[in-house]
């Protein structure tokens, strides 16, 4: 009887479309604005020279635009997957493309295409058969490294992005990147948790440096793990950026300007984002870290005005960024308020930003609340209106939503009652205040 049972079924298809190991049954969730935001992080990965991940990218990105309703570029996204993961590995098939047929499978039975899904069933089937899965109850290691990297950007619990990425390259340790990624990871965790020095990381980075010498995020968390134990790495730092023209990664990139932001200086940072930016004048995300390091100078770095220059540059790169990233373009022009804000001369145009902002709210709950929050605090330091910011930090509070300006603006709302400004108000609003959605 049980062998009749399974040997229809297999004559079928084993795999189910709950079964599927992929992206619609990873359970993945996040606001409409998050996820606009991603595409523009996927679209800038995207285009990185060389970039090892990028079946992953392309089947993360048309998950992203099917759960925008974007069923055409979701579709195109997940056949662009098959094409990189085969081209990345030379090969035609394998355990690689299992979450990309998956993906495709899930994909046409929304559309209503019933055969078409079967069809994408069928090819997991055989890859399965050819490939099993190295026991029972775990993954193969393509998934788990897949998985590993689509919770990055998904999910709460950031441990489970390190669980997956070991157990990768646990399986298989000529995977480099899994390896450096299961450290990165590893030090990223440790850093939300506990900021102390573990010496074993720091081995661990060390090893893994020495396997994946061309990993400029690594090298540069390395070096920021290293002055964690009190080591001066001014000169490593300056070292690491003298190759950084050619290797100029996102997430590389990003922690080597922090590197400099922190341990050196942010003129420096800025100098240096401008260099590389020169040798790759159309990368967009390189653009923007410029943008971010002027705005860091002139808004943190209060203690010697900016210049005009300085200003002026800094106000066109703000300008550009709001058209090369549509989905951010609120808090581009929130970040062109509050650099407006710093020049004597340009405070009325920072107060025009906000109030054009304020008129046409933003739709979404956490975009609110990010304008009411960041308006407050421009209402406390620029204006010393402190009753109004009071107000504004309140509509943040008010919308129940979790988010960090809500976050923030609570606690400054906390923080002013204990000063003993409008104690018996604020008191109130937070004791009535609705518990946020999760
Ligand atoms: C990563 O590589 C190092 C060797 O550099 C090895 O000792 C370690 O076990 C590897 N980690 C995993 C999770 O496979
Ligand atoms: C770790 O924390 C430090 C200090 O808070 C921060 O500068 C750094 O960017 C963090 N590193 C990572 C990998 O998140
Ligand atoms: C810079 O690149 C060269 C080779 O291209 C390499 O030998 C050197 O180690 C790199 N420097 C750093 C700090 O990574
Ligand atoms: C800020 O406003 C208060 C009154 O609300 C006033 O006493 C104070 O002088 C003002 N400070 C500045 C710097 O304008
Ligand atoms: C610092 C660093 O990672 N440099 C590497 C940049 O990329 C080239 C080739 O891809 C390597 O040779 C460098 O070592």
Redesign the pocket.
């Known amino acids: 009887m049980f062998v009749f049972v399974f040997s229809i079924s297999a004559a079928q298809s084993q795999t189910t479309l709950e079964s599927l190991q992929c992206h619609f049954t990873w359970d993945l969730d996040r606001s409409r604005p998050k996820l606009l935001r991603l595409t523009h992080k996927m679209e800038d990965f995207s285009k990185e020279k060389g970039n090892r991940w990028l079946g992953h990218i392309y089947n993360l990105w048309g998950f992203i635009q099917y759960k925008l309703g974007l069923n055409e570029e979701a579709n195109s996204l997940f056949q662009k997957a098959t094409e990189a993961l085969n081209k990345l590995r030379v090969a035609d098939e394998g355990p690689w493309l299992v979450v990309n047929y998956g993906n495709l499978a899930w994909l046409h039975h929304h559309l209503g295409d019933q055969a078409e899904s079967q069809a994408y069933l069928s090819k997991v089937d055989a890859l399965m058969e050819k490939d099993p899965s190295p026991s029972q109850d775990d993954l193969h290691p393509e998934i788990c490294a897949e998985k590993a990297w689509t919770l990055m950007f998904f999910g709460e619990d950031k441990k489970l992005v390190v669980d997956y990425?070991?157990k990768a390259?646990?399986m298989q340790?000529k995977m480099v990147d899994?390896?450096t990624s299961?450290?990165i990871w590893l030090k990223k965790v440790k850093n939300f948790s506990d900021t102390r020095l573990d010496p074993d990381l720091l081995e661990?980075m060390r090893?893994?440096k020495?396997?994946d010498p061309e990993n400029l995020y690594l090298a540069a968390l390395y070096l920021e793990q290293l002055a964690d134990k009190g080591e001066n790495i001014r000169d490593e730092v300056r070292e690491l950026a003298k190759n950084v023209s050619s290797n100029c990664s996102n997430s590389g990139m990003w922690a080597l300007l922090n590197l400099y932001i922190e341990h050196i200086s942010v003129d420096e940072a800025v100098d240096l984002a401008e260099k590389v930016l020169k040798k790759h004048p159309d990368v967009r995300y390189l653009k923007k870290f410029v943008a971010v390091c002027y705005r860091w100078r002139i808004i943190y770095k209060s203690s010697s005005s900016p210049e005009q220059s300085m200003m002026d540059r800094a106000i066109a790169l703000h300008e550009e960024l709001i058209s090369l990233y549509p989905h951010s373009s609120l808090k581009r022009e929130i970040d062109l308020a509050t650099i407006y804000a710093k020049s004597h001369h340009s405070k009325a145009k920072a107060e025009q930003i906000f109030q054009k902002l304020l008129k046409n709210e933003p739709a979404e709950p956490e975009d609110k609340q990010m304008l009411y929050n960041i308006y407050a605090n421009h209402l406390y330091f620029h204006q010393n209106d402190s009753h109004r910011s009071i107000q504004y930090h309140m509509n943040a509070a008010a919308i129940p939503e979790i988010s960090f300006s809500r976050e923030n603006s609570i606690r400054i709302l906390e923080k002013t009652k204990d000063r003993g400004i409008m104690c018996r108000e604020i008191e109130e609003f937070l004791r009535n205040l609705q518990e946020p959605r999760q």
């Open positions: 990425y070991e390259a646990r340790p899994w390896n299961y450290v661990k090893q893994a020495e396997r």
